[in-house]
C-alpha cells in the first residue's frame, strides 16, 4: 500500500461524476431491511445476548452474534450526542478489533469507535416498525459510513464493509445488500458519491491523526485504551492519562 498522505492525495483527487457514474452503473436503492444495521444473528424478540456493564458485546457461542461495527469518527459521536443529549457511551463503544477477553471483561487497545450497540447486538440507533421496516432514529445526523453504505472505494487505508465486494466499477465496490442492482435517479447518484468521497478524504485524515497522535500508554490490566485522531482515550472518551 503507498503512504497514507499518497492515498489521501488520490482520495482528495477522486472526480464525484466519475465515482457517480459508478454507482449508477452498478445501481442501488434501500429497501429498508435494517440488514447493515443488525447484527449477524437471530436475536428473538425479546430475546437478550449476553453483555457486560461495559457495554461490549459478547461473541459467546452461546448468542452466535457477530455485532454490528460500524465506524464513526470523534466528531461524529459529538453530534450523535448533541441529538438527545446523550452520555459518549449512549453512542459509541471501543472497536472491538484489538482487544481481548480479559478475567474482568476487555481488555487492551484498539484505533477505531463503533456505534453503540443492544443486548442483541444491533446498533442502538436502530428500530423496526410492526411491519418489520426498519429506520434509523437519528437519520439526519447518522455517519459516513452509514450514509455511504453498501459502496465503498478502492483505497489502501479506508474503511471496507464486512465481506468481499460482490460488484464494482471504476473505484467503486459494492458489498452485500439486497438494494443493489436497482435503478437509481442521477441526483441520488451525485449525492451518495458526494458523501463516498467525503468519507475516503475523512478516514484517511483519521488514520493519519491517528498513527501521529498515538503514544504508548501504561495500561494497567483489565484497561480498554482507544487511539483516536485526538489522542488517547478512555472507553467514556475521556483523555486516557
Avoid at 452485500?176 to 451525485?190: K, M, N, Q, T, V
Wanted: proline share 5%; charged share 30%; aromatic share 6%.
Amino acid at each position: 500500500m503507498d503512504s497514507l498522505e499518497t492515498e489521501l492525495e488520490r482520495a482528495r483527487a477522486l472526480d464525484e461524476s466519475e465515482l457517480a457514474d459508478a454507482i449508477e452503473t452498478i445501481g442501488f436503492e434501500c429497501t429498508r431491511c435494517g440488514a447493515c444495521c443488525k447484527a449477524e444473528s437471530a436475536c428473538g424478540e425479546g430475546g437478550e445476548s449476553d453483555g457486560d456493564e461495559s457495554g461490549e458485546q459478547s461473541n459467546s457461542a452461546e448468542t452466535d452474534a457477530e455485532p454490528h461495527t460500524a465506524t464513526v469518527f470523534p466528531d461524529e459521536i459529538r453530534q450523535l450526542q448533541a441529538t438527545g443529549e446523550y452520555d459518549f457511551r449512549d453512542v459509541a463503544r471501543p472497536m472491538p478489533y484489538g482487544l481481548a477477553d480479559g478475567p474482568d471483561g476487555p481488555e487492551g487497545e484498539t484505533f477505531e469507535w463503533a456505534l453503540q450497540t443492544d443486548d442483541c447486538g444491533d446498533c442502538t440507533f436502530y428500530a423496526e416498525g410492526d411491519d418489520g421496516t426498519g429506520a434509523c432514529t437519528v437519520h439526519g445526523d447518522r455517519p459516513l459510513i452509514c450514509r455511504t453504505y453498501p459502496f465503498s472505494v478502492a483505497l489502501g487505508g479506508t474503511s471496507q464493509p464486512m465481506g468481499d465486494a460482490v460488484d464494482e466499477a471504476g473505484m467503486v465496490r459494492a458489498h452485500e445488500c439486497e438494494g443493489l442492482g436497482r435503478d437509481i435517479s442521477r441526483a441520488d447518484a451525485e449525492e451518495l458519491a458526494a458523501a463516498l468521497k467525503e468519507r475516503a478524504v475523512r478516514e484517511l485524515t483519521e488514520a493519519i491523526g491517528v498513527r501521529d497522535n498515538y503514544r504508548p500508554v501504561d495500561q494497567s490490566a483489565g484497561q480498554v485504551v482507544v487511539h483516536d485522531s485526538e489522542g488517547a482515550k478512555r472507553p467514556d472518551g475521556s483523555p486516557y492519562e
